[in-house]
């Protein structure tokens, strides 16, 4: 009888829920700067997109609403094409011709409404763009020399009054998987009672895996000033059609919130339930 009076009570008990918020703090000091510059990246893993082009667009965006630092229009570079294949940069890290704007030294910059094609070979055929030989983490390593190439960034940061340079590489590339997964499903039992249950089956899976590493360079000095790498990825079932773009944009949402909290104080909106 207490126990039942007791339920009773707790279940009349006034609750009601008000709004929090957690302020998280910005990894880097940015306060020496008053412009940031999303310059490009090195990119590859799929033909479907260019990653260069759509990070930068994404990044751009994001900063002009969400960061104090005015965002700097201009030609997305073809970071790919000024490193080329790592031959022409020397081994105390400066490139033998350093163009430091979009146009220079006879490189024609990614225009931003269409990405570059392979130059036509002998054949007439379009050679294979440098971006279409990046498929994995590693193949990005033969370009790590043009980011600590500080004459380059000095000289581009020049350009644009010494802005905060965002660049690095993108990684997006499909995947495939098989394996046995955990999934549930509902069960009946013989009264009709309801009940889901976890099952193992064998299935086959696609999808798409991002891979960015943002590095901001102080366009002051040419120095690196930080950098931060994510992973993520997605996986849909084998029969399930999903466009590129989409994944792109499913995967940089989670993304998105780690970069800006890099420049910006970011806050974490929520609820919390108080009873009267």
Same mark, same amino acid.
């Given at each position: ?24 703090? /910005? ?24 990653? &260069? ?13 969400? +960061? ?9 570079? /073809? ?12 081994? &105390? ?6 163009? +430091? ?21 002998? &054949?007439?055929?379009?050679? /294979? ?13 033969? %370009? ?6 500080? !004459? %380059? ?6 350009? %644009? ?74 996986? %849909? ?8 773009? $989409? !994944? ?9 919130? +780690?970069?800006?909290?890099?420049? $910006? ?12």
């Amino acid at each position: 009888m207490l126990l039942a009076c007791g339920l009773l009570v707790a279940g009349c008990t006034d609750y009601y829920e008000i709004p929090i918020e957690t302020p998280i703090q /910005p990894k880097m000091d940015v306060t020496g700067f008053q412009r940031v510059l999303v310059a490009g990246f090195i990119a590859g893993g799929t033909e479907d997109l260019d990653p &260069n082009l759509e990070t930068v667009r994404l990044l751009r965006s994001q900063l002009r609403t969400k +960061s104090p630092l005015r965002v700097i229009e201009a030609e997305v570079l /073809p970071l790919v094409e000024i490193a080329g294949d790592g031959k022409e940069i020397k081994e &105390n890290g400066a490139t033998a011709n350093t163009p +430091s704007a979009p146009g220079a030294a006879g490189l024609t910059p990614i225009n931003a409404s269409a990405p570059a094609d392979g130059r036509p070979q002998a &054949n007439g055929k379009p050679a /294979p763009s440098l971006e279409s030989q990046i498929k994995t983490e590693k193949d990005f390593q033969k %370009y790590d020399k043009i980011f600590a190439d500080v !004459s %380059y960034w000095k000289k581009l940061g020049e350009e %644009y009054q010494n802005p905060l340079i965002v660049t690095g590489t993108v990684l997006f590339a499909p995947q495939q998987t098989a394996g046995f997964v955990t999934r549930e499903q509902e069960v009946f039992d013989a009264t009709g009672r309801r009940r889901v249950i976890p099952i193992r089956a064998y299935m086959e899976r696609k999808g798409f895996m991002l891979i960015p590493k943002f590095i901001f360079i102080d366009g002051r000095t040419g120095a690196t000033l930080y950098s931060e790498t994510f992973r993520e990825e997605v996986l %849909y079932n084998a029969q399930q059609n999903t466009p590129a773009l $989409s !994944s792109y944009f499913e995967l940089m949402d989670r993304v998105i919130p +780690s970069f800006l909290s890099t420049l $910006s104080a970011q806050k974490i909106r929520g609820t919390r339930v108080l009873l009267k």
